[in-house]
């Protein structure tokens, strides 16, 4: 589950989940996407892998963390105070952060970029579309280690970093546009990956000691990661600065430039990952579609859910309606097909269910399996005139489970606070009215009747083309299950 709480993709993908991103979902956990790809030309089988058992193991090329009080000399170190030295040892941080940085992006464009182009494993437009402004990185940091390096006295100690930082932190804007297209980046090299030539590559370079036993994606996502880092490191400087020394007053004002860095991009990838996924979505019918999907800004989490009936699902709350889709491949791309009404959020009745308290429907195999199978579900329900839906969803763990419920709780709280309604919400999402002490309830409360909704609403989808016919989407329904879809990330 993609989970947000900004700072999210900035930090854990909480959704608001991951730059929730995604994450990663994060909690970021990405399994492979259920894309097909097709390739003209197959897999040499007889060909030896550099991963197979039989291939030499490859010594890893690991880095070695480096302190100030190592680097430079020892009878300095010893006229300075405790707190100095840990002073310069903050500061040195920084600066060997941002020359590791500065390796490991000009590492990804020689190492995976360059060759992938010249081989012609990708196009350059391909290329373009997950590499982002990467390149435009590069020489922002250069400029940053480069004045660190000049104010750094012969013994190694620095005495003033601040005015450098106040005037160097208003470029990271720049990380804007980098960071909004992670999501993107990250579906087209899940889908590439399915490309035999692709996943050789990238196997060949994993297994490579200068990989450091990181993949493509690990390179492409430390700007993101250095980039909520700045806060921790200016503070540790900060923290061990005298309150006499003329630096605090400007470490003061460069933390404040970078939270608002870090906000503002944070806002700006969340707007762009909501449009990402509601471009995405596939509607059976013009009557499926909503004003409040197309009105959302914001995608409070997402990610991947089972019904009663062992069904994955992939469900999606965006800021006020509750999507529930099947993800299905179509025209080469991962999208997400609506498998039932979109449910208002302010209308939406949650609840939290015990482990063993919902009945597994839909084969002989739910009335003979193990325990697992019957934990962490939580249902959601809608009912409104003639309209009415009831979902048992399963997470996949406990932890998982609470993330969702949570989310929930806050963007129905959220709602009814924009409507300026009275009231709280209980444990189960249920309003309660102040005047009466009556709880409000806009779903089905019987569980049998629960129950026998969660059944009746597993309509089958197609996973390959959207077709409006039923009896061709029941047919389709075992393979829909089975496919594999990208896991969510929290």
């Not at 020489?139 to 005495?159: A, C, I, M, Y």
């Not at 200068?210 to 492409?220: E, G, P, Y």
Request: glycine share 4%; hydrophobic share 30%.
């Amino acid at each position: 589950m993609v989970a947000k709480d900004y700072p999210f993709y900035l930090t854990v993908k909480r959704a608001n989940c991951s730059l929730e991103l995604p994450p990663a979902s994060g909690p970021s956990k990405d399994a492979e996407r259920s894309i097909s790809f097709r390739s003209e030309s197959r897999p040499d089988i007889l060909a030896p892998r550099p991963w197979s058992r039989n291939a030499a193991p490859s010594s890893t090329k690991r880095r070695d963390s480096k302190l100030w009080s190592e680097t430079f000399d020892v009878c300095v170190n010893q006229m300075l105070t405790s707190k100095e030295i840990k002073r310069q040892e903050a500061i040195f941080e920084l600066s060997q952060g941002e020359e590791d940085l500065i390796e490991d992006l000009k590492l990804a464009k020689k190492a995976y970029h360059d060759p992938m182009l010249k081989l012609s494993i990708m196009t350059e437009q391909e290329l373009n579309q997950i590499f982002g402004t990467l390149d435009s990185l590069i020489p922002l940091h250069e400029e940053l280690l480069s004045q660190l390096r000049d104010v750094r006295k012969p013994d190694g100690s620095t005495e003033h970093v601040g005015p450098i930082l106040v005037g160097w932190l208003p470029c990271l804007s720049s990380y804007d546009s980098y960071c909004s297209n992670q999501v993107a980046a990250k579906a087209l090299l899940d889908h590439k990956k399915q490309d035999h030539r692709v996943q050789d590559f990238l196997q060949r370079c994993l297994e490579s000691p200068f990989s450091r036993k990181l993949d493509l994606w690990n390179f492409l996502d430390i700007p993101r990661s250095r980039l909520v880092k700045y806060p921790l490191l200016l503070r540790e400087i900060l923290r061990h600065t005298p309150n006499d020394n003329p630096d605090q007053q400007h470490l003061e004002e460069a933390i404040n430039i970078i939270q608002g860095i870090v906000a503002e991009i944070n806002t700006k990838t969340g707007e762009s990952e909501c449009r990402y996924y509601k471009e995405r979505l596939l509607y059976l019918e013009e009557g499926q579609k909503d004003s409040l999907i197309d009105s959302s800004r914001v995608l409070c989490c997402h990610g991947e859910l089972k019904n009663n009936r062992g069904v994955k699902l992939h469900v999606f709350l965006f800021q006020e309606v509750l999507v529930i889709t099947r993800a299905v491949t179509h025209n080469e791309q991962l999208c997400y097909q609506l498998y039932r009404q979109p449910i208002p959020v302010k209308d939406l009745l949650l609840e939290d269910l015990q482990d063993g308290e919902v009945r597994l429907g839909g084969s002989l195999r739910g009335a003979f399996s193990n325990n697992e199978r019957i934990k962490n579900f939580f249902r959601v329900s809608f009912k409104n005139g003639s309209q009415s839906q009831t979902h048992s969803l399963q997470a996949n763990d406990t932890f998982n489970k609470q993330q969702w419920l949570n989310c929930i709780r806050q963007a129905k709280e959220t709602v009814l606070c924009a409507a300026g309604q009275a009231g709280v919400l209980d444990s189960e999402g249920s309003f309660l009215n102040p005047t009466t002490g009556s709880r409000e309830l806009q779903g089905e409360t019987k569980l049998e009747q629960m129950d026998q909704s969660d059944s009746e609403s597993d309509c089958s989808m197609d996973t390959s083309e959207v077709s409006l016919d039923c009896e061709h989407m029941e047919q389709t329904d075992s393979s829909c299950g089975n496919s594999r879809h990208g896991e969510s990330n929290v």
